[in-house]
């Protein structure tokens, strides 16, 4: 059982090193910055017994994620981590700017040299969480919530998948693309056909179709529509093929192409931009599909889709059933920054940077490192 659902379930209070299988050679420094490994250095031989609070924070209205990471990895490889005393908001918990996410309390020497690890996966984990949030909020502008699918396998290095939906997780996606971006909380991922499929079909959408169908019967049937540029056209053929067995069909139209179904009727154009997935493509799609009958069949778009743009399309009504969304999602735009705050129970800070209490972090117990 994934620890996703033990914690779930209650029986834990946050995931651990099971989950995370960090990268042992943070205990050796090789992900610290020099300065940091320089001062526990110097701070062990001239100043072994400190006791120092480290503060974490960050400037944006956001939705946190990283913090059961961040303590998986104190706890894993901080000195005496039994001796630490942490106190930490919740991954989902929304935060305010310059709200106190974390405290970490101790000698120096245990633990700084984790600092800017630590910042950055609150910055990565809490910025994607984020976005994520911010487009599903998005999604759900006319009334109706409509799904979110994170397809962000294409936009950074495949390294970062696990953590990144985990994080999409958490700002409220529970479709993505790849079985890595499962990982952490427990599902499988989800998705039907590329162009390549269609391309190797010689441009039958039909043909490839069939047989995604064949090797796949079980799977809910989607079709790509957009490989010829002729959205409707290919919709149409596919649905008058499968019947109820097709489930939706998914558009992503490039923004550099006019779909040919604005070239036979160019007296709809002037008044709007045509390029890519539009909203007069999709109304004019299902408009199609309900006069033959196929009103079960779903719209599914993506290519390019952001908060902004979800969000008009929603203001105006667009039928459409689900987004796919890939690269804003993985803009990292929301920087934490760790400062220490009191040292031997005094206050002592970076001018700007004194203690911000929050009654609202709660105590971390310490259960022991997780391998």
């Known amino acids: 059982m994934k620890e996703i659902a033990l914690k779930l379930n209650g029986e834990i209070s946050r995931l651990t090193n099971k989950t995370f299988k960090f990268d042992e050679r943070v205990a050796e420094g090789w992900f610290s910055a020099v300065y940091f490994l320089k001062t526990r250095d110097i701070v062990e031989n001239h100043l072994p017994d400190n006791k120092v609070t480290m503060q974490f924070f960050q400037k944006d209205h956001a939705v946190l994620c990283g913090t059961d990471e961040v303590i998986a990895l104190i706890h894993t490889f901080a000195e005496h981590p039994e001796d630490l005393e942490i106190h930490s908001l919740k991954d989902g918990d929304k935060i305010s700017p310059y709200e106190t ?19 950055g996966i609150l910055a990565r984990r809490t910025s994607v969480a984020t976005n994520v949030y911010n487009v599903v909020k998005a999604a759900r502008s006319s009334g109706k919530q409509k799904p979110i699918i994170f397809m962000g396998d294409r936009d950074d290095h495949f390294t970062q998948q696990s953590g990144d939906g985990y994080s999409a997780f958490i700002g409220g996606s529970t479709a993505q693309a790849t079985h890595a971006m499962n990982e952490w909380w427990g ?185």
């Open 101 to 119: 996410v974390l405290t970490v309390t101790g000698p120096y020497q245990y633990f700084g040299f984790l600092e800017g690890i630590i910042d």
């Open 187 to 371: 599902k499988e991922g989800m998705g039907t056909m590329p162009h390549a499929l269609i391309q190797m079909f010689k441009g039958d959408v039909v043909a490839a179709t069939k047989a995604y169908h064949q090797q796949f019967p079980d799977d809910q049937l989607m079709a790509l529509v957009d490989y010829n540029n002729d959205v409707i056209t290919d919709s149409l053929k596919v649905a008058r093929e499968f019947g109820d067995e097709l489930k939706g069909v998914r558009l992503d139209t490039s923004r550099n192409l006019v779909d040919k179904y604005f070239l036979r009727n160019q007296h709809l154009m002037g008044t709007f931009d045509p390029r890519g997935v539009n909203p007069e493509l999709i109304f004019a799609l299902r408009r199609a599909l309900d006069q033959e009958g196929f009103k079960h069949v779903k719209i599914v778009v993506s290519g390019g889709f952001t908060k902004e743009r979800i969000r008009a399309f929603e203001e105006k009504k667009v039928p459409v059933d689900m987004y796919g969304v890939g690269g804003s999602l993985l803009k990292i735009g929301i920087g934490f920054t760790g400062d220490n705050v009191f040292i031997d129970g005094e206050p002592e800070a970076k001018e700007g940077r004194r203690y911000k209490h929050n009654p609202r972090l709660e105590y971390v117990e310490y259960t022991g490192a997780e391998e």
